[in-house]
């Protein structure tokens, strides 16, 4: 039985079901390639190894991916600049924007999720501007019709403002401070957010919120319709580290650093399950998407 599916039997044993048709989808990054795990089947999507983010939209049918270069070395600092690169699922087609480092799947299609006073909005498939002010930094369903987001970002967690739902934001989510980084469902029913030293915590409504507490976890989580959230988590082992995206388990001593890897949480389970011992960058996948990601990798197009 796959790891996946042991996974899914003690979660139904335990009273808590995916609520995902039989088995669930998504994509993750291992060893700075995209992994996909769906019908029980695990595909390495990209052949690259440097892969250091990348983001998929369901309703676009689209690919996007970050790489990056060197561009300079001083006594002390390496300069790197990045390329985000595009592909079209339907049609193959393949563009790339530079100096675009950090993306995420939200508000039906792929947005730049850089940190800081002036935020990049410009949807990266189809090159739209999405502009929901008073919004700075947002994430929205798949029709745009909820939106969560900061109204104030800057360069550190203490020039944001709080985490707010709403337009115009009408509702406060989470405190300043509070949170890191968050994300919301396709549908705009759940909002998800994390901190380094505060819970990982699902939004429902008002009064309607739940948290886990947890130990390291980085990249954007990833929240579907029913609550049930992907994050890149801490696992208490130690791995060697080629890069910071492509690292795998000590096979002697403690390694470089701690291991990450796949965890899930749904409001009810009392800690993260792990589903991948090692990996970053989770993304829940429709199985059609799913599909499609196999294909395009089948067909020797992947980049």
């Given amino acids: 039985m796959s790891r996946l599916a042991l996974i899914a039997a003690f979660l139904t ?44 939209s369901d309703d676009l049918l689209g690919l996007a991916y970050v790489t990056s270069r060197v561009t300079k070395r001083d006594p002390t600092t390496t300069f790197r600049a990045a390329t985000t690169t595009i592909v079209s699922l339907k049609t193959g087609d393949v563009k790339r924007v530079e100096d675009v480092g950090r993306i995420v799947s939200t508000c039906g299609g792929i947005l730049p999720n850089e940190i800081g006073a002036r935020t990049n909005t410009r949807e990266l498939l ?51 401070g509070d949170f890191r980084d968050f994300n919301i469902s396709p549908d705009g029913s759940k909002i998800a ?48 580290y080629t890069t910071s995206y492509n690292f795998r388990p000590a096979r002697f001593g403690p390694g470089d650093d701690e291991c990450l890897g796949i965890g899930y949480w749904k409001p009810g389970l009392k800690s993260i399950v792990f589903m991948e011992s090692v990996g970053r960058n989770p993304q829940w996948l429709a199985r059609g998407t799913a599909e499609l990601l196999a294909k395009w990798s089948s067909k020797g197009t992947r980049q």
């Fill in 13 to 56: 044993v335990n009273g808590v079901c995916f609520g995902q048709p039989n088995e669930p989808c998504f994509a993750f990054l291992l060893k700075g390639d995209i992994t996909t795990v769906c019908h029980r089947k695990t595909i390495r999507i990209t052949h690259r190894g440097d892969i250091e983010g990348f983001a998929v």
């Fill in 193 to 240: 957010w994390f901190n380094d030293v505060r819970p990982l915590c699902v939004y429902s409504g008002p009064s309607s919120t739940q948290c886990v507490d947890h130990a390291t976890i980085t990249d954007p989580p990833s929240v579907n319709n029913s609550g049930e959230v992907l994050v890149a988590a801490g696992t208490g082992r130690g791995c060697v």
């Fill in 126 to 176: 189809f090159g739209e501007d999405v502009h929901l002010a008073p919004y700075v930094r947002f994430r929205c369903s798949s029709d745009r019709r909820v939106v969560a987001g900061i109204i104030k970002d800057g360069n550190s967690q203490q020039q944001m403002s709080s985490l707010y739902e709403g337009v115009p934001p009408s509702t406060k989510v989470a405190a300043a």
